[in-house]
Structures are given as structure tokens and as C-alpha cells.
């Protein structure tokens, strides 16, 4: 394998633990009732305009740009502060992927912000090779996010796999004629991950399911 792409939220990084208070603020600070814990869950892997169609369907744009602002604030002073979690073995299989010289990518639906304060304070900058976010690129869907990234870095579709935990990354996946590996310890439900090639239940596992698919796809 030459290149592995990254979801983040629920595949590296333990969202909720940062997410959930700072929702809670945002909403406070809104002066609008707050979404329950699953419905915020839920949002987690949409794109940054269908998480407030969700949450706020009634607010103007302008209101909806407000809480965005508000909520990013949030979580990243939660997370320069010191809250927040990688998954467990999340930093070592990286570090041991990229000691074998596999290249290292992010493909996620949030702010460029977002993730790079969870990329810098998780201790994981120096491992990756590029961040790439649909805030930054202004991609409405993943695929077309990995479908950047291929042609960018010049990736060889059949030597890159795309791992994640929702139904939006294994698609991603597809589309692009990537090897898909689904992490069942995320926020996806019970068939979100069927279509993978590969599943794993811990982060660790990565590293005997990469080493077997290449034998597999040679």
C-alpha cells in the first residue's frame, strides 16, 4: 500500500468528548434548545452546511453562520485546553505506517481549522503528508474530496486505500476504485459499513488488514 486516506471524526479522533460540550455552549450562547446528544451524534461525517439544515432547519444563513463560528471557537479552545482523544493505537500504527513508508492523508467533511488543531494537538502533524477538508476545497461530496486528492498527490488508485466509519467514506472509497476499510468503533450505524472491503474493530487492526489486502490485491 503506498497511500492510506483518513476520515477523522470517529476514525482517528474520539469527536464526541469534544463535540457534545461545545454544542452545548454554541447552543446556549444561540439561546436555542439544545439537539439531543444522538441527534448531534448523527450530524457527525455531514458536510458543514447539512450539519445546520439538521440541527437549525428554521435559522437564517446568517444564523447558521453564527453557530458555526461559535461552535468551532468552542471546540477548538476544548481541544488546545487539552480535551479530546485519539482512539486507542491510532498514533502508533501511524507511526508504524509511515516508518514503512506509506503516504498519509485526511479526507474529512469539516473545517481546515478543525482539523488541523485536532492533527497539531493530538501530536500527529509531523505523520501525515497533506490535511485535506471539504472546508477547504468547498467539495459537497467526499468523493469528490478523495477524487482531488488522487489527482493531486498522484495516487495509484489500486496501491490507496480510504478508511472511515461512515457510509459517506466508503463511498468515497468506491467511487474511486479504492480499497475501503471501515472502522466499526465509530459513529456509524449497523449497515453504514457493509459495502467495505475490509472492517476493523480497533484502530490497531489496520496494520494486519493492509499488509493482507496488499497479498490479496497483488
Given at each position: 500500500?503506498?497511500?492510506?486516506?483518513?476520515?477523522?471524526?470517529?476514525?482517528?479522533?474520539?469527536?464526541?468528548?469534544?463535540?457534545?460540550?461545545?454544542?452545548?455552549?454554541?447552543?446556549?450562547?444561540?439561546?436555542?434548545?439544545?439537539?439531543?446528544?444522538?441527534?448531534?451524534?448523527?450530524?457527525?461525517g455531514m458536510t458543514i452546511p447539512e450539519v445546520w439544515e439538521t440541527l437549525l432547519p428554521d435559522a437564517s444563513m446568517d444564523e447558521r453562520d453564527k453557530a458555526n463560528e461559535l461552535l468551532a471557537k468552542a471546540e477548538i479552545e476544548l481541544m488546545q485546553t487539552g480535551t479530546g482523544n485519539l482512539y486507542p493505537g491510532v498514533k502508533n500504527t501511524l507511526q508504524t505506517l509511515r516508518e514503512r513508508g506509506v503516504k498519509l492523508f485526511t479526507a474529512s467533511n469539516g473545517e481546515l481549522r478543525y482539523v488541523e488543531t485536532v492533527i497539531e494537538t493530538q501530536g500527529l502533524a509531523p505523520l501525515f503528508d497533506k490535511l485535506y477538508c471539504a472546508g477547504a476545497y468547498k467539495t459537497e461530496k467526499k468523493e469528490e474530496l478523495v477524487h482531488l486528492i488522487l489527482q493531486e498527490q498522484h495516487l495509484n488508485e489500486k496501491k490507496t486505500a480510504m478508511v472511515g466509519d461512515r457510509k459517506s467514506d466508503i463511498t468515497a472509497g468506491k467511487k474511486n476504485f479504492l480499497l475501503t476499510i471501515g472502522c466499526d468503533f465509530g459513529f456509524g450505524n449497523a449497515h453504514e459499513l457493509d459495502g467495505a472491503d475490509l472492517l476493523i474493530t480497533s484502530f490497531d487492526q489496520l496494520l494486519i488488514k493492509v499488509k493482507y489486502s496488499q497479498i490479496e490485491r497483488k
Open positions: 500500500m503506498d497511500a492510506i486516506i483518513f476520515d477523522v471524526d470517529g476514525t482517528l479522533f474520539q469527536t464526541e468528548k469534544v463535540a457534545l460540550p461545545a454544542y452545548r455552549q454554541t447552543f446556549e450562547q444561540l439561546r436555542r434548545p439544545l439537539p439531543s446528544d444522538e441527534a448531534i451524534l448523527n450530524t457527525f
